[in-house]
């Protein structure tokens, strides 16, 4: 089969790999798009070491072509999404209902082949049917949003809370659909004008502040006077997080799940003294069926953030395009 392969820092290959073989529970996916994500191009970029060759890309949907013996519930032909954490299911955390913490964890896309790439391999109760009116385009976008969907379960009832949203990318966009669905009242930070532009244009926050022309927590404090009462950081920067705590009020929210490159240096006694709750969230679990349930009744909407695609072949550019973040894109995908 033809596959996108990562051989080094922005070297990518559209070329011929083996074709993966199931175990008895797993099914056979044909991949269909496959969104470039945040992760992918920190690997990309050199940022991420990990043992190459390697096949990326772990929001995909597709058509199952094959079913492991031991499968049920499934038949070729079905229209899918999966997850891409794939737990042990026996260590403590799978145990105690966390298996994103899973201590033995094979990450497709990372650990194990990813689905830039005519098939995958996954096992089966990874896998969720998507009904007709919803693309596979917009399937691509199933996890970025259940990641969204799984962080703000982390922040407690949303209704008329003062939420801000740092960082106007893929996530944060679709963080911002979640609150405000949640009922909260959103203000989107970011230093990108183009992006804020599209987010208030789509009506997804209430509040745009561009922090290339003006300073945060100064403006949020004419907004709010104490603070917002949920900051959710989606950027990974030490400065952005900082911001976080800084634009909290006292008892507030502060939510991490930007990838963070390197380790940050955050003043903890703004922690102390506004008795913050800080928490991290990290991938997602227990959220594909809400997600797509969300999708598929109009309440969240991703095709709007598909701006850019590209044929497989032309996979390296599409990654040296998005790394550059060209042409005002917000989210692209790869079609095979």
Not at 263 to 269: E, G, Q
Not at 289 to 296: H, Q, R, T
Request: include cysteine; aromatic fraction near 6%.
């Amino acid at each position: 089969m033809k596959a996108l392969v990562y051989n080094g820092p922005k070297i990518l290959e559209y070329s011929d790999v083996p074709d993966p073989d199931i175990r008895e529970d797993e099914v056979l996916m044909k991949i269909k798009s496959v969104g470039i994500c945040g992760t992918d191009l920190h690997i990309y970029n050199g940022k991420m070491k990990l043992p190459t060759p390697l096949v990326m890309g772990h929001e995909f949907s597709g058509v199952i072509e094959k079913i492991g013996p031991a499968v049920k519930h499934f038949a070729v032909g079905d229209r899918v999404v999966g997850e891409h954490v794939v737990p042990c299911r026996s260590c403590h955390y799978c145990l105690i209902g966390k298996p994103n913490l899973c201590l033995k964890a094979k990450v497709i896309g990372l650990d194990r082949p990813g689905a830039l790439a005519e098939y995958l391999a996954i096992p089966a109760d990874l896998v969720y049917k998507i009904p007709p009116e919803i693309s596979f385009d917009e399937a691509a976008l199933i996890e970025p949003l259940t990641i969204a969907l799984y962080a703000t379960r982390d922040s407690g009832l949303l209704l008329d809370k003062n939420v801000a949203v740092i960082g106007q990318g893929p996530i944060g966009l679709l963080l911002d659909q979640v609150v405000k669905s949640a009922g909260g009242n959103v203000t989107g930070i970011e230093n990108r004008s183009h992006r804020l532009d599209f987010a208030r244009g789509k009506g997804w926050i209430d509040h745009a502040l561009d922090t290339s022309k003006e300073d945060a927590p100064e403006r949020i404090k004419e907004l709010f006077t104490v603070g917002v009462d949920v900051a959710i950081e989606a950027v990974g920067k030490e400065a952005t997080a900082q911001m976080a705590l800084d634009i909290t009020a006292r008892a507030g929210h502060v939510l991490l799940l930007g990838v963070f490159e390197e380790p940050s240096k955050l003043d903890l006694m703004s922690i102390v003294k506004k008795e913050l709750v800080v928490h991290g969230s990290w991938t997602c679990a227990f959220s594909f069926p809400d997600a797509i349930d969300l999708v598929a009744k109009g309440k969240i909407d991703l095709k709007s953030l598909i701006t850019h695609r590209y044929n497989a072949k032309d996979g390296a550019q599409a990654f040296k395009d998005s790394s550059e973040y060209a042409g005002d894109r917000i989210k692209t995908i790869i079609n095979f």
